[in-house]
């Protein structure tokens, strides 16, 4: 009987972070979430707020910013295609282009155990992103609420801290 608990004890750890790492997965491969993203400017003292959708299809993820700006963002697995509604203006960036870059990355390929371009740790209801890359995102910090996505924090190559809050879409 001691053997079925320590057996249990062992691989708990692992079945936990494999279902926070699913719960990330799952959020953004067949959800539709909304977002409301707050970015912490120490420069300039200011708060700045947007807001939008995070929508799938088969090309790849849309991310929509419906305020202050309209503006939508598609990334694909070659490329970010960026437009600005508002003026009508489109631009593309090849990712090949960019250096390695782990958000992008993991939005599109998801959260691994074994990617040699970032660490994960697991706190009950977070996981750690840690960059094993000289990079500008060193830590992302994802955090899960009723077992779905609650927010993403980071700070980015300019030291501003994002926050993104998560909520479930409705699409009717």
Do not use: C, H, W
Request: glycine residues 2%; without cysteine.
């Amino acid at each position: 009987m001691r053997l079925i608990y320590l057996a249990l004890l062992l691989t708990s750890p692992l079945t936990f972070s494999n279902d926070l790492i699913s719960l990330f997965n799952d959020s953004f491969r067949s959800s539709s979430l909304a977002f409301i993203q707050s970015s912490i400017n120490p420069y300039t003292n200011s708060i700045d707020k947007s807001e939008g959708r995070i929508l799938k299809n088969k090309e790849g993820t849309i991310f929509y910013v419906d305020y202050p700006f309209k503006e939508k963002y598609e990334l694909t697995k070659d490329q970010i295609i960026i437009t600005d509604i508002e003026l009508n203006q489109t631009s593309r960036m090849q990712l090949s282009d960019l250096e390695d870059n782990m958000l992008i990355d993991i939005l599109l390929n998801g959260l691994t155990l074994d990617n040699p371009s970032y660490d994960l740790e697991f706190d009950r209801d977070t996981i750690f992103i840690k960059s094993s890359l000289e990079e500008s995102y060193n830590e992302i910090e994802v955090k899960f609420k009723e077992n779905k996505i609650y927010y993403l924090k980071y700070n980015d190559n300019l030291n501003i801290e994002n926050l993104i809050m998560f909520k479930n879409l409705t699409l009717n």
